[in-house]
């Protein structure tokens, strides 16, 4: 069973998902933690936004923002 080309590609799907996932989490994380020291601790909504950001490319473009914006709200905002 390990052999077959369906199992292999569902553990190979499963793969691709996990690291994106892992990227994500990542992402979030890096973004918080910095903005964290630029704006001080996040509010529950601020949180809730970046929690809620279904994909890598914008949770980058909001990491690419971070040293412009002046506010969480103002980053959030754009």
Known sequence: MRESSTYQAILQEGRVEGRDEGRKEEA?????????QRFGAADARTLKAVESAKSIEELERLANR???AESWSELLSQ
């Open 66 to 68: 971070l040293l412009k």
């Open 28 to 36: 979030r994380s890096l973004l918080l933690r910095l903005g964290r």
